[in-house]
């Protein structure tokens, strides 16, 4: 008879438990222990969140988290933006939520049950799992195995500049909810949601230097996990007092810190054993639109999936798991990036803009706006009434007046002119205006060319190009080139600190992209070439 695979789980968390349990499933005779540092009620945070579509994808392999969410969770289906006095709701948003310590304990019986050991205060190195056939490293961000193997795995790490902290609060929300606050030492904001009947999660973010006005800088985050930062909890819980009707905000383990975004080369290695990341080891997402639990539970089923249907062949298994999981792991961290994005600078929109347009912004960070629609229908459609109601037409058929020269919409072409230059002028339209990368001489009409990086480790250079350009009085800033995430973070930077008319160009643009792009507030003008223009189907 062959002989049973030995796996050693490293890390006892959602993924390593339902990990532990779906391969027990699908090869009984596989002998799987889990190891996890901490004890089996030890739970730092207090809840997960899950769409409706990843419950089902999920229930598609087990259904322990539907029935865990069934009998102990909450649903909803509306989001909520809080902001100056105003709430305003955008349904089609179905999600779920539980306490994590609650999860934990069914993930727990579950994998025992089907006959995985739990191992439970005892934290392991690959020195300690020599004698397994298959190390499976779900230890987390920080993990340990991870870092043994990082000249062969080759992680990575981007640190976000915004601080957040973690609490729960005895106050319910009925949905997932966003509140937005300026208080007297900056700006703060909360994603909040329930997690039973008598707990909701409430997670703070705000940037550094409203941090540190606020004295919330203090407390020692190197200590080790356990103590929570009472000074900021009581800063909050006033900052917070109306918003959650004067309840208390709970603590485990609660401190600041800054998200880091994890990045893998290789998941895996096959020599001298074969070693796998599986969840936060090996990626993480920002938890705006990023459940790590999420993406963690379905690496468990992509990796379970593919041991069992190659048998012995584990590397074979391991290519096949990575293959299989990473492009949905790749997708969420680029809808994430300009998520986390909009959290660095929501202080900028909170002062810039009107509630509905704050929510719009907010909401089609990561979307455009049909797709919106197609989920928030009501939500879209008073949006776009706010737009007509305050400027008498539709986003793109906008007249603007620019420096004197009155443009009949928010479109204009955008024709090259030399290497690194170009000229705008509306469609069908006379008039036009040349877009340099540097001031033009005796001309009192001109537009500003700049050239947006392909990441964002060259924002900081873009930024002061743009400044420089920007004091020499252009009568618009053009941002070309680069990422679209790049291109909107200049677009906005000309706009909302340096009060000039932005115009977004993009040749691949389609007619939603740049309706979201100036109903959002993102840009003042869109442009493309003048087939692209045509396409779009805008009045000249």
């Known amino acids: 008879m062959p002989t049973p695979i030995r796996i050693g789980v490293a890390g006892g968390g959602p993924g390593g ?30 809840g997960v969140v899950f769409s409706d579509r990843t419950v089902a994808a999920i229930h598609d392999a087990d259904p322990v988290l539907r029935e865990a969410l069934k009998a102990h969770g909450r649903h909803w289906q509306d989001i909520e933006v809080r902001l100056k006095g105003e709430r305003i709701r955008c349904g089609g948003n179905g999600m779920a939520a539980i306490a ?9 019986e579950q994998a025992h049950d089907r006959g995985a050991r739990l191992r439970f205060r005892t934290e392991v190195t690959l020195a300690d799992l020599d004698d397994y056939d298959l190390v499976v490293a779900a230890d987390g961000s920080g993990s340990r195995i991870r870092t043994e193997l990082a000249e062969r795995l080759g992680p990575s790490a981007e640190t976000a500049t915004a601080k957040f902290i973690w609490f729960g609060t005895d106050y319910m929300f009925d949905g997932l909810t966003f509140v937005h606050e300026r208080g007297p030492h900056g700006v703060f904001a909360v994603h909040a949601y329930p997690i039973s009947a008598d707990v909701s999660t409430f997670i703070v973010e705000t940037d550094e230097s409203s941090w540190r006005a606020a004295g919330l800088d203090a407390f020692d985050v190197a200590q080790a996990p356990g103590p929570s930062d009472m000074i900021s909890k009581e800063y909050l819980e006033a900052l917070f007092a109306e918003q959650i009707g004067g309840n208390r905000l709970l603590i485990n383990n609660s401190r600041w810190g800054n998200f880091r975004t994890r990045r893998t080369r290789h998941w895996y290695v096959t020599d001298p054993r ?31 999936t593919a041991l069992a249907e190659h048998g012995d062949d584990i590397p074979a298994a391991l290519a096949a798991y990575e293959a299989a999981a990473r492009p949905p792991v790749e997708a969420v961290q680029a809808a994430a990036r ?29 979307i455009t706006d049909e797709r919106l629609a197609r989920r928030a229908p009501d939500f879209v459609r008073a949006s776009h009434e706010r737009w007509r109601a305050e400027h008498g037409a539709d986003p793109l058929d906008t007249p603007l007046d620019l420096a004197g020269w009155s443009l009949p919409n928010r479109v204009l072409v955008v024709e090259a002119d030399g290497a690194d230059a170009a000229v705008a002028h509306p469609s069908g339209s006379g008039g036009w205006l040349p877009l340099r990368p540097a001031p033009v001489s005796g001309r009192s009409r001109w537009g500003a060319w700049v050239t947006a990086p392909d990441d964002e480790s060259g924002l900081a250079d873009a930024r002061d190009a743009l400044a420089g350009l920007a004091a020499a009085g252009p009568a618009l800033v053009a941002v ?61």
């Open 17 to 46: 438990l339902f990990f532990a349990a779906l391969i027990r499933h699908a090869v009984p005779s596989a002998e799987v222990t889990v190891f996890e540092r901490n004890r089996p009620d030890d739970a730092f945070g207090f």
């Open 100 to 108: 994590r310590r609650t999860l934990l304990a069914l993930l727990q």
């Open 338 to 366: 300009p998520s986390l994005g909009w959290w660095e600078h929501f202080g900028r929109y909170y002062d810039a803009f009107e509630p509905w347009q704050f929510a719009y912004h907010f909401l089609s960070r990561s």
């Open 274 to 304: 074969p070693v796998v990341l599986l969840g936060d080891a090996a990626h993480t997402a920002h938890f705006s639109v990023g459940s790590g639990t999420k993406m963690a539970m379905e690496d468990a089923i992509a990796l379970a």
């Open 480 to 540: 070309h080139g680069g990422a679209a995430h790049t291109r909107g973070l200049l677009a906005e930077q000309a706009r909302l600190r340096h009060g000039l008319p932005a115009l977004l160009v993009d040749a691949a643009m389609d007619r939603d992209r740049a309706v979201t792009a100036v109903l959002s507030g993102r840009t003042d003008l869109v442009g493309a070439p003048a087939a692209t223009v045509a396409s779009w189907g805008v009045p000249s």
